[in-house]
Structures are given as structure tokens and as C-alpha cells.
């Protein structure tokens, strides 16, 4: 077995091109990659379809031959068919100057099958109100990526202070939206 890490599209295991924007999930093969999961062969299959392992990081590959990481695959919001990185969107959320940490998560919705949710907690003494949030994302994102639902609060963190997602994908319900 030949080597390698790439950035592929996941469905028909097909490279992305070398233009730094079509998103491909990582994957990488060779001597160095475990032979499965203990006592799991269904996630074995699933994370070895193809021949490669499947990371699960969404990523573009660049002219030169890096691999920029832009997201989680579970991180991605589908609304209306639209991909929506919550990477993205906390970015643009990081850039307001109230905010002291985001964190965005899927949140179901009838029309869309599911929309961005963000949860934020503020800096000390600021003042700010969703709408001027709202007003800010749509100033720097797509209008589908603006999110449809901001929480103010105190985020969910582990011992090490980072952001625990998961729990604000239960909070979000999240999963219902593919169910």
C-alpha cells in the first residue's frame, strides 16, 4: 500500500483539486495508521472505506501541495442545502467587540432542516443586543450563514477551558434535525 495523505471527496472518494476552496475531507493511509478499532469492526469499515482513513477534518488543498484544515465534518451545518462552516461563523463572531467566546452548533429548523445557532458569551461591561449581533454577521456572511438563533450565556468549558460543543448540541438538539 502506497502512502499518502489527501484531501478527498468522501461520497466517490475522488481528490479535490489543488484551488485552495473545494472543501474534501482529510485522509491518509500507509505504516503508520492503526489497523482498527478493538472489538468494532462496523466503525473499522467505516473509517477505512475506500482504503484510506477517514479523519473526519474537513480541509481544501492548496496550489503547493499544504492542507488547510477549515472544519470539523460533524461541525458542518446543512441549511437548505447550503454547507455552512461554524468555523466561519465564529470567526466573523470573535470579530465583534462584545464578544469574549462563541461557539456555533446546528439548531433544527421546519423550513431549512436545520440552522446556525450561536451561543455567546460576553466581555464584562459590554453592552450588546442580538439584533446588533445579527446586524454584525450579516455585515460580514452570506445571509444563509447569519444565524437564526443567538444565546447569550455562559459557554460550557472542560477543566482546560475548552469549549465543550457537545453539550450545546444536546442543548441545540441538533441531532433531531437529521432524524
Known amino acids: 500500500m502506497q502512502e499518502g495523505i489527501t484531501v478527498m471527496e468522501p461520497l466517490d472518494m475522488s481528490e479535490v483539486p489543488a484551488d485552495s476552496e473545494t472543501m474534501g475531507e482529510i485522509m491518509f493511509r500507509g505504516n503508520i ?65 462584545a464578544v469574549l467566546t462563541a461557539a456555533v452548533v446546528a439548531k433544527p429548523d421546519d423550513k431549512w432542516g436545520e440552522v446556525p445557532a450561536a451561543y455567546i458569551e460576553v466581555k464584562e461591561g459590554a453592552n450588546v443586543t442580538v439584533e446588533s449581533i445579527v446586524e454584525h454577521c450579516r455585515a460580514h456572511l452570506a445571509r444563509y450563514k447569519v444565524p437564526k438563533h443567538v444565546e447569550f450565556c455562559v459557554l460550557p468549558k472542560t477543566s482546560t477551558g475548552k469549549i465543550q460543543k457537545f453539550v450545546l448540541r444536546q442543548q441545540a438538539k441538533s441531532s433531531s434535525a437529521i432524524e
Open 33 to 97: 495508521v492503526m489497523k482498527g478499532y478493538l472489538k468494532n469492526q462496523k466503525a473499522t469499515q467505516e473509517a477505512f472505506a475506500g482504503g484510506w482513513f477517514h479523519t473526519g477534518d474537513l480541509a481544501v488543498m492548496q496550489p503547493d501541495g499544504y492542507v488547510k484544515i477549515k472544519d470539523r465534518s460533524k461541525d458542518v451545518i446543512i441549511s437548505g442545502g447550503e454547507n455552512i462552516s461554524s468555523l466561519e461563523v465564529e470567526e466573523v463572531l470573535y470579530r465583534h467587540p
